[in-house]
């Protein structure tokens, strides 16, 4: 797979079958000279304990490259083999993992949520030993950066306070340099990486959005989503939805998130307390609830149509979710469907419940909260599906990929590819890739091991 939009973006072919010398280069076979590759070390809290040494040593950077307009980007290099920090590991990836990276990495910029860029991906002919052989599997990922909170954890438990300033020097220099202009730098850098954070998990919780793995060394310091490994989008919605396998106390949970995001914040927060007096440190984590709420309101309002503040809306999305969970509706078919009143009536909603009555009374009180919004019911609708996706990728329909592409063929990843990209519309040529789940595809959980 070869991401012709992002290509473009970089000045690079847009198709890459005639020119060897790219797979060479990013491929790491062959190293062009403007190239200064680095291992990258990773540490972090891992389910709520520090680890000096997570991950399994396989990220390299291999070089940046400068787009268009200007913007420094990280090429990452994840599968390429074994570095310094690879410890036991082979340092390889799997065709699995490395196709629901590109994809899911790729249906996040479709839903305009921030999130690391997926290059392209590459096979192996190296067989790779996890539970099994499998094929390998190579990533190129993109991103202005891969500095994560586990870094300046890093940094703070080795004790290494010179080099955490000059960490923190650089990251406002190349992220934040508005912070500059503060009497706190540090300070108002951490400020803007809880903003950021918030804003980014406010959206994650909007559209149904499970990482699976919070770790520290997951969490992007510029408020990114990052490493995709045993991620889920909502089928049922299920407030309490685990996607990740290893996960045995639900510690990642779908709606545990907001709280996981305010721990990590608070892990940073002590690993700066070195450069940032205690109570800015504070009063930045005292905003994070507030600004979350306040971006996932306001999501959740454009998601509804409802873009005025009524006495009363809060007990209608409560009550929502409510029903959501309590008749275990699939999330996305539902808010989509929620879009079409314009050209469908109330019985295609209130058909998705088992407890239709219950339904009902809440699209009666919904249709008469949306008679108070001057937009009128077509120009309404036709915002609302311009935010509520179509198409999400569900973990059956990357299985499905996976299981052709294993075999060679490539063809569900390229016209799922296409379809998250533009998840909004209606493809209707693909109609079949928006239908509910089977039994067998909900609630998959997914391994960590890749």
Known sequence: ??????????????????????????????????????????????????????????????????????????????????????????????????????????????????????????????????????????????TESHIRFGHFEHLFYSNLLAEQKLLADKVIEWHFPDC????????????????????????WQAVGFAHGVMNTDNMSIIGQTFDYGPFGFLDDYEPSYICNHSDYQGRYAFNQQPRIG????????????????????????????????GYFSQLMRDKLGLYSKQEGDSRLFESMFELLS?????????MRSLSYLDSKDKQTIVDLFVDREAATLWVDLYLTRCELEEDGVELRCEKMRSVNPKYILRNYLAQQAIDKAQQGDFSELEILSLLLEKPFE??????????????????????CSS
């Open 180 to 203: 500059l202009e503060s009497d706190s730098p540090y300070a108002a850098m951490f400020d803007e990486i809880v903003d950021r954070t918030a804003s980014m998990i406010a959206q």
């Open 262 to 293: 305010l721990w990590n914040l608070s892990a940073l927060a002590h690993s700066l307390s070195p450069l940032i007096d205690k109570s800015d440190l504070e009063s930045s984590l005292a905003q994070y609830e507030a600004q979350l709420h």
């Open 1 to 142: 797979m070869w991401n012709s939009e992002l290509a473009e973006q970089f000045g690079l072919p847009l198709i890459p079958d005639n020119t060897p010398e790219l797979l060479s280069a990013f491929s790491g076979d062959n190293l062009p000279s403007v190239f200064s590759p680095l291992a990258m070390k990773y540490a972090g809290h891992q389910f709520g304990s520090y680890n000096p040494d997570l991950g399994d040593g396989r990220g390299l950077l291999l070089g940046e490259i400068i787009d268009k307009s200007g913007v420094s980007f990280d090429l990452h290099l994840k599968g390429a083999g074994r570095t310094p920090y690879s410890r036991t590991g082979d340092g390889r990836a799997v065709l699995r993992s490395t196709i629901r990276e590109y994809l899911c990495s790729e249906a996040m910029v479709g839903l305009n949520i921030p999130t690391t860029r997926a290059l392209g991906m590459m096979t192996s002919d190296t067989a790779v030993f996890r539970e099994g052989y499998e094929t390998g599997a190579l990533l190129i990922r993109a």
């Open 326 to 334: 309590q008749n275990a509706v699939d999330y996305t078919r539902f």
């Open 426 to 447: 209606e493809h209707t040529e693909f109609e079949q890739y928006a239908q509910l789940p089977p039994e067998w595809g909900k609630k998959m959980e997914i391994s």
